[in-house]
């Protein structure tokens, strides 16, 4: 692409790799002034040790068969998962960008604006819609409000791992104070410090995937907004627990069946036991890369169930 024509960035994906998760790749959509479309694809070097780098990339993902403004984040493409989108259909959303993917929580991407430039453009783009200054919600630091001006009794601290808060200035907080020995009053409960949740791994977020997201973030001592962030970070569109119940109500079905076939019939019994066994291989594949989705053999086994039973309860309530 001729970086010298005037051109505007239309859309923008960004994957990672499912296995070696420093590998990253990006699809740009620039649209020229005469209406014209060119989609660039690169890909990078995510390195924990140094510095990104941008390297040679083959056309992959445009030679496969979707529309770039369509995909969302959560699409797999082959080994490929889209952790962040933005386009026509997903305009930009300030605590929906990965802080990765932020320069002013991540500097190493500094090392490449090829990438950088357009998420400055997309970030910019956001604070306007939210009616945000850049600069405000770009820095880190606490700025002190003009002492003169009265009528500024609050100010903006931006947590790496937590939505904005509002922090009080000297007279907000004395008020707040008197507030706490008021009768009646809920306080509210102390959030995870910042240097704790960055620590929480995907490890951390498996041991949960059976219990519904409420009850995960309780267990995690984290807020559930904190929770859903991290589990953006590791490229998790939705929480699993649904996915995890099902397959495991499907097990303990075909495990009750294996024990009455035993009985009867011995081949049967073998069958039941290999579908079994399928089951709990794609549970574990479902904990280890919680963005998969049940295989369509399964849900079609699935539907069986759920059409089994139910003729059961007719037959049943006719009787």
């Known amino acids: ?41 690169r890909e ?3 390195s924990e040790d140094g510095s990104y780098v941008e390297m040679a990339a083959s056309p992959f993902l445009r030679l496969q068969n979707f529309c770039i403004s369509e995909v969302c984040a959560g699409r797999v493409i082959a080994s490929w998962v889209c952790f962040f989108a933005f386009g026509p259909h997903h305009p930009p959303i300030l605590d929906r960008i990965p802080p990765i993917l932020m320069i002013s929580r991540n500097p190493k991407l500094a090392s490449i604006p090829a990438l950088a430039n357009d998420l400055q453009i997309i970030f910019e783009l956001g604070c306007r819609l939210e009616n945000k200054e850049p600069s405000h919600v770009l820095s880190e630091e606490i700025h002190e409000p003009n002492k003169d001006d009265q009528s500024k009794r609050t100010l903006f601290m931006f947590d790496l791992n937590c939505p ?3 922090v009080a200035t000297p007279e907000t907080s004395e008020n707040q104070e008197n507030d706490k020995e008021a009768p009646g009053i809920i306080m509210k409960k102390k959030r995870a410090a910042s240097e704790d949740v960055a620590k929480i791994a995907l490890e951390d977020l498996v041991k949960y995937f059976d219990v ?9 001592k984290i807020g559930l907004t904190v929770l859903k962030r991290k589990c953006r970070e590791f490229g998790i569109p939705r929480w699993p627990h649904r996915k995890i119940k099902s397959l495991d109500g499907l097990i303990r079905d075909l495990q009750e069946e294996a024990e009455r076939q ?32 049940i295989e369509d053999e399964t849900k079609r086994f699935r539907q069986d169930v759920f059409k089994r039973r139910h003729r059961a309860r007719a037959l049943k309530n006719r009787g």
């Open 1 to 41: 692409m001729d970086s010298h024509q005037p051109h505007s960035l239309s859309a923008l994906l960004v994957f990672k790799h499912s296995l070696n998760f420093e590998s990253v790749r990006s699809l740009h959509a620039y649209r020229f002034e005469d209406g014209k479309e060119v989609e660039v694809e």
């Open 212 to 220: 519904p997201m409420v009850e995960a973030s309780r267990n995690l």
């Open 262 to 293: 035993q009985l009867e019939n011995k081949a049967a019994a073998m069958a039941v036991l290999k579908r079994q066994r399928m089951l709990e291989t794609e549970k574990e594949c479902i904990e280890q890369r919680p963005f998969m989705e």
């Open 44 to 46: 990078f070097l995510f």
């Open 164 to 166: 904005p808060c509002l």
